[in-house]
């Protein structure tokens, strides 16, 4: 078939490799100018199975109801006039019992850890390196009371299938180094050591490159999506701001837009744009700066060794499309990065960034034909775009094609619900 894929982040661009690996003539339409320009462009680099507990939880109904006044918290929720935001939320307070955080997280493992095996042969399928690491991730707690909480969740990954280890102050530190000289800040963590790192704006844009080259697949770039064709139960072109594109099948992978463009055509399709911050700065010590992927549960931040540089995010903030910052957004990011590496990087020399997140209000993305039936999703991922998008490239070719999925897709397609 000729396919449509809309959006080239980095969902987009591995959903266009396995399609157009399936014999299919892949055309991707992407406003900005190169691929992962957009919400892929900058994220923590963690490709993390180990972070997949669902973020609608009793806890986090606590934290977002808190952070309609706090805007000191780890979510910031910035009341709006749009109507979608209290529709959206709604829906997301709905899934923050424990029942349904358990049966939302069951199901982003499953397609998590799936992914991350996707990435790792792709990766040796093609040559492609993107400053990937392979050596785990630490989550890690600076409070005994924090530790022995916190440790609920991560232990329902590893009764589902995810390899962990908890450890103490001194076996965080054997394993990440990085860490020794703010030891006695720490209670313990959590290692999960199939988890890994890597860049994914460089596997996006080297991805793009590869399949041009190898497969075919042409890239629109600067091409904005204004609409679709739909004529009776068929999406018959995709009308853009260089004309109309025609296909046998269109996806939908553009991120936070996804939902706009769904809802446009009746699809109930609930993907809120959640913003995040991130920093990435050289270090001007590599010996001070850590040899793996962590996060410090209790501030809420994420970091990865991309090669030379650090990368740092966090943040979840409800402010709409709004994809502006200012310097002192990211004063907590640098203050931890500082507290944990001290002496590792120069802060002024810090690239800033603010990005949006696809939330789905379960946190679980969603695939397959919705309403059309040449119309396919391949959207929602949130905060764990990275960690499955190769995983869902896979997931989705396989819809297209008639195959029997590699996973179980209970819970995955469009219209159904974890349980």
Known sequence: MKILVLGAGVVGTAAAYYLARDGHEVTVIERHEAAARGTSRSNAGLVSPGDATAWASPSALKTFLRGLWNHDLGIKVRLSLDPYFYAWSLRFLRECTVARMRANTSVKLRLALYSRDCINALSETTGIHYDERKRGILYFFRTQKSLDTGTDNYRYLGEHGLPIEIVGRDRLVELEPGLAGVKEKIAGGVYSPIDQTGDSKQLADKLAAYAVEKLGVKFLFGTTVQGLDIEGDTVRAVMTSAGPVTGDAVVISMGPESGLLGR????????????????????????????????????????????????????????????????????????????????????????????????????????????????????????????????????????????????????????????
């Open 264 to 419: 446009r055509y009746g699809i109930d399709l609930p993907v809120y744009p959640v913003k995040g911050y991130t920093v990435t700065v050289p270090l001007e010590d590599e010996n001070k700066g850590p040899t793996m992927g962590g996060a410090d549960e209790d501030r809420l931040i994420g970091y990865s060794r991309l090669g030379n540089r650090l990368r740092m995010s966090s943040t979840a903030e409800f402010t709409g499309f709004d994809r502006s910052f200012k310097p002192s957004d990211f004063s907590s990011i640098l203050n931890t990065g500082k507290d944990l590496f001290p002496g590792a990087f120069d802060e002024t020399k810090a690239l800033l960034w603010a990005g949006l997140r696809p939330m789905m209000p379960n946190s679980v993305p969603v695939f397959g034909q919705a309403k059309y039936r040449n119309l396919y999703l391949d959207t929602g991922h949130g905060h764990l775009g990275w960690t499955m998008a190769c995983g869902s490239g896979k997931f989705l070719s396989d819809l297209v094609a008639g195959r029997k999925p590699e996973i179980d897709p209970q819970g995955l397609l469009y219209g159904t619900a974890p349980r």
